[in-house]
């Protein structure tokens, strides 16, 4: 008797599990919908692109190829010949500076201004929407006014230093060796506090007032507020704009492409105007290509570091 009850039973058990399976087939096919257009965009325009980058950095691939296909292997030679070019330490050391000197500037001055901007006052928001200004400029059309600002005889720059007294003399801002590195970290600056004010302004407004009225009670307010309370509870934003930041400046290209070309005397060369030089202008896209590997693996370098030391900071509280 017992047997015989629990046949209807499992019979109709069967196909509503039959039906939940196919429930979950439709399921998974609509995810697939959405992440395979994903997946193909992300093939077609990054994997491919760097794939290529690859296979071409180990290749004597010139301007030749594009009318005869021959590009044969060379193995090791354009890293070999990248590496004992002399222009090569002099880049790699104008990135460090470019890219340090950047950041600095970018994150300090975006955090000064995004602690002013969470006080409310009058047109708080009108100046915040001033502050995206260069950033939704166009890189060229800023570097463009910045070289007329910067222009030595007749740059806005030296004339109101004149003007106040500071200086007698032109300041050769982009056409001397001394300084022209020094005007490019300025003016990279100024591109990127916006990024910085945003998101920086973006996670102050995520802090709770009781975490500040708090540390009131208990005397930490001004710096001490600022150390014990704010940056604490700001470090994966600072985290998130700090990676980004370097990511984004060591590739720097039109800027710097803008301004001084490289020059002068390769004064504000990097690895990234480097490798432009060398594909597009003498046309050695297999030496071309490797140097722009090197610049991806000194990028998937610092971020690995950086985000683990991140990772244990955090763990260790």
Known sequence: MTTTATQPVARAAGPASAARRRARRGDLLVRYAFIVPAALYMIAFFGYPILKN????????????????????????????TFSDPIFTRALGNTALFTIGSIIGQFVIGMALALYFRKKFPLSGFLRSLLLLPWLLPMIVSAAVWRWILEQDNGALNRFLEGVGLISDPIPWLVSSSTALLAVIIVNIWLGIPFNVVLLYSGLQSIPDELYEAGQLDGATGWKSFWHITLPMLRPVVSVVLLLGVIYTIKVLDLIIGLTGGGPANATQTLATRSYEMSFIEFDFGQGA????????????????????????????
């Open 290 to 317: 490797a140097l722009s590997n090197i610049l991806i693996l000194i990028a998937l370098a610092f971020s690995l570091v950086y985000l683990r030391a991140n990772a244990r900071t955090a763990k260790n509280g």
């Open 54 to 81: 690859i296979v071409m950095s180990f290749q004597d691939y010139d301007f030749a190829t594009f009318f005869n296909g021959e590009a044969p292997f060379v193995g090791l030679a354009n890293y070999t010949a």
